[in-house]
C-alpha cells in the first residue's frame, strides 16, 4: 500500500480528504462566469482546470484539444499510455515541490458539475449474491432464491442511456402500472415503493469489436463512479415476467460526478469470493479484480437531518465489472467508449449492509426507523438519498465524493 502523495494545494493533504493526489479524479464542471462546462481534476477542495492548462501547453495528450468539451470520452479514446501519461503529468504538476500554479484552480463549491462523460449504452448487472439471495428469499423462498443460472452467469439487462444523471439532479417520482390485490385490474398511478440501489458504476474507455478476455476487459475499463439506479418497485413487481425490468428502471440512474480512474484504484484491489460452483473458464479472473471499496447510503427526510442506513463494500460483488464485461462481450456485442456498466446492488450479509430499501425493510414488513424517529419503508417525497464510497490508504483516502438525489412529487399525467 503507497503511502500519501503530498500536493502543494493544501486541502487535498488531509487524511479524511476524498481527493488527494493519490487519487486526481476526472470531471466536467462550469463557473458560471460564461465559460462552456470542461474538463478538469479534483484535488483537495479544488479543481484543476484541464481547459486551461491544455491552452497553455501544461498538459497535451493529444494533437488537438480534447479538454475544451463537457465530457471525457475524446480523451478516454486515446487509450491506456495517454490515461498513463497524464496521470504522471498531474503528479508532476500539482505535488508537493513543484511550482504552484494557483491560476488554474478553482473552488469545488463555486462550480456546477455536470456529467462526466457521455454514456454510449447502460447495462445494469445483479451481481451481488447476497442481494439475489435476499430478493430471491422474499418472493420465492430461500430454498429457491437464486435462479438456476445465477451462479454460472453475471445477469443484466439493457437499460437507459438516456436515463442517467449526475448526482444533484432531482428525482421525479414516477408513474405507472400497478397490479391490485387478487384479481383486480391494474391501474395507473404514481410508485408508492420508490427505492435506491448502491451500484458502482464501471466505465468502458476502450471500444471492442467481438469478444474479449477477462483481462482485456479489466485494461479497457477506465474507471468507476457511485450509481443509484432508482427503482419503483411495484411498477417492477406487475411487469417485470417474463422480460425483466422495464418501466421500473427507467425514470433515473444517478451517478456521481467524478470518474475515479482503475490507475487510482490500483492499490486496492480484492479478489472475489469463493466460487460455490466452477465459472467456465471465458469468466476465469487471472488476477484479483474487484476492490476494497467502502460504500454507504444516507438518507434525509426534507427539513431533517440524514440517518445512515447502510455501510457495505464493493468486494461483496460475486462478479467483477471486468467479468461482466467479458460476459456482455461474450456474443460478439461490440462495445463503445463511454459504455456503463452497473453493478446492480451492492448488499453484505448483514441487515446493516443491504443495498436497497426493498431489503432492508423486507419488503415494507419491517420499517426502518431512522435518527428523527421517522421510520421509512420505500422513499418518501421530499427524501435526499446520498452514496458515498471510498478506498482507505496509509493516511489518506480514495473517494468518490457524493452522489445525490431529492425526490420530488409525481406530476399530473394526461387529462
Request: glycine letters at 10%; charged letters at 20%.
Amino acid at each position: 500500500m503507497t503511502d500519501l502523495l503530498r500536493s502543494w494545494v493544501e486541502s487535498a493533504n488531509a487524511p479524511e480528504a476524498d481527493f488527494p493526489l493519490n487519487n486526481l479524479p476526472y470531471g466536467v464542471f462550469s463557473s458560471g462566469d460564461g465559460t462552456m462546462p470542461r474538463c478538469g481534476v479534483a484535488i483537495g477542495e479544488k479543481i484543476f482546470d484541464l481547459c486551461a492548462a491544455e491552452g497553455d501547453d501544461l498538459v497535451t495528450p493529444a494533437g488537438h484539444p480534447v479538454f475544451d468539451v463537457p465530457y471525457w470520452n475524446d480523451f478516454m479514446e486515446l487509450g491506456p499510455e495517454a490515461w498513463a501519461e497524464l496521470r504522471v503529468r498531474l503528479t508532476e504538476l500539482l505535488a508537493e515541490g513543484a511550482e504552484p500554479l494557483p491560476s488554474y484552480l478553482v473552488d469545488q463549491a463555486a462550480v456546477q458539475m455536470h456529467m462526466p462523460f457521455r454514456v454510449s449504452e447502460y447495462t445494469d448487472f445483479y451481481a451481488s449474491r447476497n442481494h439475489a439471495f435476499n430478493v430471491g428469499s422474499m418472493f420465492r423462498g430461500p430454498e429457491n432464491a437464486l435462479p438456476p443460472n445465477w451462479l454460472h452467469i453475471p445477469i443484466g439487462y439493457n437499460a437507459r442511456a438516456s436515463s442517467v444523471v449526475v448526482s444533484g439532479t432531482p428525482i421525479i417520482r414516477p408513474h405507472g402500472q400497478l397490479k391490485g390485490p387478487d384479481d383486480a385490474a391494474p391501474r395507473f398511478a404514481a410508485s408508492q415503493r420508490f427505492d435506491i440501489e448502491l451500484e458502482m458504476g464501471a466505465i468502458v474507455g476502450q471500444p471492442s469489436e467481438g469478444p474479449i478476455s477477462v483481462e482485456q476487459a479489466f485494461e479497457n475499463i477506465f474507471g468507476y463512479v457511485l450509481l443509484n439506479d432508482w427503482s419503483a418497485r411495484d411498477i417492477q413487481a406487475w411487469e417485470y415476467q417474463p422480460l425483466g425490468p422495464f418501466q421500473s428502471k427507467a425514470t433515473a440512474t444517478t451517478i456521481s460526478p467524478w470518474i475515479v480512474t482503475a490507475a487510482a484504484l490500483e492499490p486496492f484491489r480484492a479478489s472475489t469470493p469463493e466460487r460455490e460452483r466452477e465459472l467456465l473458464p471465458y469468466l476465469a479472473e487471472p488476477a484479483p479484480m474487484l476492490y476494497d471499496i467502502a460504500l454507504e447510503v444516507g438518507l434525509t427526510p426534507k427539513g431533517g437531518r440524514e440517518t445512515v442506513l447502510s455501510q457495505t463494500n464493493l468486494n461483496e460483488l460475486y462478479y467483477s465489472a471486468a467479468q461482466q464485461l467479458a460476459h456482455h462481450t461474450s456474443s460478439g456485442c461490440p462495445m463503445r467508449v463511454g459504455d456503463l456498466l452497473g453493478s446492480g446492488t451492492i448488499s453484505g450479509a448483514e441487515p446493516h449492509s443491504r443495498g436497497s430499501l426493498l431489503e432492508m425493510s423486507w419488503g415494507g414488513k419491517e420499517p426502518v426507523t431512522l435518527d428523527t424517529g421517522e421510520t421509512r419503508c420505500f422513499i418518501e417525497d421530499g427524501d435526499t438519498l446520498t452514496l458515498r464510497g471510498g478506498a482507505q490508504g496509509k493516511g489518506y483516502r480514495v473517494g468518490f465524493g457524493a452522489c445525490t438525489g431529492q425526490i420530488l412529487p409525481a406530476r399530473e399525467i394526461g387529462g
